[in-house]
């Protein structure tokens, strides 16, 4: 169930198309610079609040290398195609998986949305009966409540997203997809580990690894709700086919800062528009001038959780 429309797409302005390879250069650039950096810092670290706080570190990052890949999925972060698909291709195995999958991933989503189809339906796709049951599905992604379901999913994304070709033997096939993860996941773990030192060797899953399954998954599972959740089961309940809703949040600093990235915060507009480049959102959402529904619009992320927290029993 999508929420944009085609005559919306015709009477879009066309400037809100143009691209920049400037803003998408930098954006690239700054968060796999923050990535080595953290890396490099993993690797020195010594003591144990070094160790917590880069854990943290760690897991935020991984999730704002998303947002570049996300407008890479969308050929909207560059001006040509091939540089969103080399660009996406180069980012998409830092956080472990292939471009491809996670392009796959993420159209089925736009497609699927507000269903149980949608792959990232069981971020959003709930109905609470108590607050201890929101905090159980809000936190448990710290405490590797969803590790398994994602890290099958990760595993097989890759494959499933190949193309049938029957010419070649189904292995190799299979294989084609994890070969630049692995050799970047090598880069990786010989940054982490000091050049792969034998004693330093669990820091790679310690400090990269446990982040990507926890802390990654959880701020991916707090944005995804708050952007897609039901706040009031009157106004939209996904479980009754009630309204489902994509939320634009203009978040406070720090939550731009550890949220959300590439004004993906305007995701109303997103859903609406997808082929927009982020950067362009808050003026689209600016054109809109109050036309929104209020259902679709939100002060700040901690806001609409507090929300649903007081509306549950």
Known sequence: MSISDSSDKRTLD??????????????????????????ILSAKAT????????FFVMGCIQHKIFFPIHDCIHYSLFTTKTENVVVGTLLSPLIGTSFDAIRTQHMDHHRDFGSLEDPGASDYFVRFKSRSDFLRFLLGPLAGSIVFEKFSSYLSRPSAAVSRNDEEWPFTRKLKPYALIMIIQFMIATIITS???????????????LPLFTVFLFFNRLRMFAEHGSLNYEVCDYLEGKRPTARTIYASKIE?????????????????YPMVPGFQLP?????????LNPEDVRPTYMGALRELWRNLP
Not at 199 to 209: K, M, N
Not at 256 to 272: M, P, T, V
Not at 285 to 291: C, D
């Open 14 to 39: 066309r400037s809100y198309l143009e691209k920049s390879r400037s803003v998408g250069y930098s954006q690239t650039i700054f968060v796999v610079l923050l990535f080595v950096a953290a890396l």
């Open 195 to 209: 050049g792969g030192t034998y004693t330093e060797l669990w820091r790679y899953p310690a400090l990269y690894i």
């Open 283 to 291: 003026s689209l959402h600016e054109s809109f001038a109050g036309r």
């Open 256 to 272: 731009r800062i550890l949220i959300c990235g590439s004004d993906f915060n305007y995701h109303h507009e997103h859903h609406k």
């Open 47 to 54: 003591q144990l609040w070094h160790f917590l706080i880069l």
